[in-house]
């Protein structure tokens, strides 16, 4: 049984650059497992700019691979 989320991993969508007022080229994706490295599936992931001025519609739920 998966315990609650204790890590967020990187898997793709990083380092992207994209002209402004467009959309990246990939998504962001990222995996979420419990401390004992379970997927976790139906976890909320929310996003946001850690830098610059771009902007982010929404969040995403992790699917049954626990990416999101």
Known sequence: TAGPPARVVLVSGDAQ???VRTR???PLVVRVTDSEDNTLSGAAVTWSVASGAATIDGG???GADGTA
């Open 17 to 19: 650059r994209a002209t």
């Open 24 to 26: 990246l080229a990939n």
């Open 60 to 62: 995403a739920t992790t």
